[in-house]
């Protein structure tokens, strides 16, 4: 345990910014499907192939005012055992120059070696600087969900909004910069890490609204990170929730099967080869208030207020899919995506 999280104070470190309060945790697979439970309640198979992870109460449909995610899950793939959240993003695809896709897969993070899959979930409850909590963080509250990003956007200009997803072309699994906006365009010697930072301001009223957004807004001015003022409209401080994701992209890196025409070869489920297009959904999902006792804490990463587990119980909490198709083979199309890109 002691290894995990000094190797996790390591990582943060190279990240440029410091937190008063932090969780940093390993997530492992919960399974890869085509649900969305958030954007497609109902829909199975939806539009585009997701990866999940967090508690099996997860389902096609979970609507904000019947499904108590704590007390339908009976496990969860998250290290915070109190955590029955569901979080998930796209996947990432590889085409090859015979055109036929392969779905990359995740690497576990630093410190969770040994995780399946999946990624790594943080919630920042104040910067360094913040060390008396004026900034203090307010717990997402029971029913809450939210959305980022927009899956419709291909270029700089249409990605901006969304300040804060970015990628980082991994040349060892230690590397933290620089973030770009775009998908990498040269091969990544370790992977291609997303980063996805949720906003951090509130409405303090709505647990979702009608594009999973105008309930939630990022900082006035600034970041999170410079501790930017809330708008009067969003005046609720919420930690800043963020998605690691590594896309283990080494198997697809041999020049050979790269485009001739210079172009990187990877697309997101959803035909996004900019990668201006990506997004993260969250369901909020802990028991109780053990999320608020962390933040009130507060702690950095070695949080004594946080129930964990070990990564084979992580690992050994799996839900099969409700959507069965072809994932770990080469496939002439991304599944819902009937147009080749
Ligand atoms: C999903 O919801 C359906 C309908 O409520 C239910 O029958 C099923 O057991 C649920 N599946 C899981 C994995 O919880
Ligand atoms: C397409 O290319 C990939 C990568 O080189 C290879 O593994 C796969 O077998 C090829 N598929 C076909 C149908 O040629
Ligand atoms: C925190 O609060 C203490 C006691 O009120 C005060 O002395 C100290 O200056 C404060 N520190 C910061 C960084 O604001």
């Given at each position: 345990m002691f290894g995990m999280r000094s190797a996790a104070v390591?990582?943060?470190?190279?990240?440029?910014?410091?937190?008063?309060?932090?969780?940093?945790?390993?997530?492992?697979?919960?399974?890869?499907?085509?649900?969305?439970?958030?954007?497609?309640?109902?829909?199975a198979p939806s539009p585009h192939m997701h990866q999940l992870i967090g508690g099996n109460s997860l389902n096609v449909t979970m609507d904000h005012a019947t499904h108590d995610l704590p007390s339908l899950s009976t496990c969860t793939t998250c290290q915070a055992a109190e955590d029955f959240s569901n979080y998930w993003t796209a996947v990432l695809y590889f085409k090859a120059r015979n055109g036929t896709y392969h779905r990359v897969s995740q690497l576990a993070p630093l410190g969770f070696e040994g995780q399946n899959a999946g990624?790594?979930?943080?919630?920042?409850?104040?910067?360094?600087?913040?060390?008396?909590?004026?900034?203090?963080?307010?717990?997402?509250?029971?029913?809450?969900?939210?959305?980022?990003?927009?899956i419709n956007a291909r270029t700089l200009e249409e990605a901006l909004p969304y300040r804060q997803l970015t990628y980082t072309c991994l040349e060892e699994m230690s590397t933290r910069w620089p973030e770009t906006k775009y998908l990498p365009t040269?091969?990544?010697?370790?992977?291609?890490?997303?980063?996805?930072?949720?906003?951090?301001?509130?409405?303090?009223?709505?647990?979702?609204?009608?594009?999973?957004?105008?309930?939630?807004?990022?900082?006035?001015?600034?970041t999170?990170?410079?501790?930017?003022?809330?708008?009067?409209?969003?005046?609720?401080?919420l930690p800043q929730l963020m998605y690691e994701v590594i896309w283990d992209t080494k198997p697809f890196n041999d020049p050979a099967d790269w485009p001739e025409d210079g172009s990187q070869p990877f697309v997101w489920s959803f035909s996004d080869t900019t990668g201006y297009g990506t997004h993260g959904d969250y369901v909020f999902g802990?028991?109780?208030?053990?999320?608020?006792?962390?933040?009130?804490?507060?702690?950095?990463?070695?949080?004594?207020?946080?129930?964990?587990?070990?990564?084979?119980?992580?690992?050994?909490?799996?839900?099969?899919?409700?959507?069965?198709?072809d994932i770990d083979g080469w496939v002439k199309e991304i599944?819902?995506?009937?147009?080749g890109v």
């Open positions: 390591a990582v943060l470190g190279l990240a440029g910014y410091s937190y008063a309060g932090l969780i940093r945790m390993g997530c492992s697979q919960l399974n890869v499907q085509r649900i969305d439970p958030l954007v497609t309640p109902g829909q990624m790594t979930v943080y919630y920042m409850t104040g910067q360094l600087a913040d060390l008396n909590q004026t900034n203090k963080a307010t717990a997402f509250k029971p029913g809450f969900r939210m959305f980022v990003g927009d040269n091969p990544c010697k370790a992977g291609i890490m997303s980063n996805i930072r949720f906003p951090t301001c509130w409405d303090g009223v709505n647990l979702d609204s009608p594009n999973h957004m105008d309930h939630v807004s990022y900082p006035e001015s600034g999170f990170e410079s501790q930017g003022p809330c708008p009067s409209t969003h005046p609720v401080h802990w028991k109780g208030d053990a999320l608020q006792q962390i933040i009130d804490e507060p702690c950095y990463v070695n949080c004594q207020t946080m129930k964990t587990q070990s990564i084979d119980q992580m690992n050994a909490c799996t839900l099969k899919p409700q959507v069965v198709e599944p819902g995506q009937n147009v």
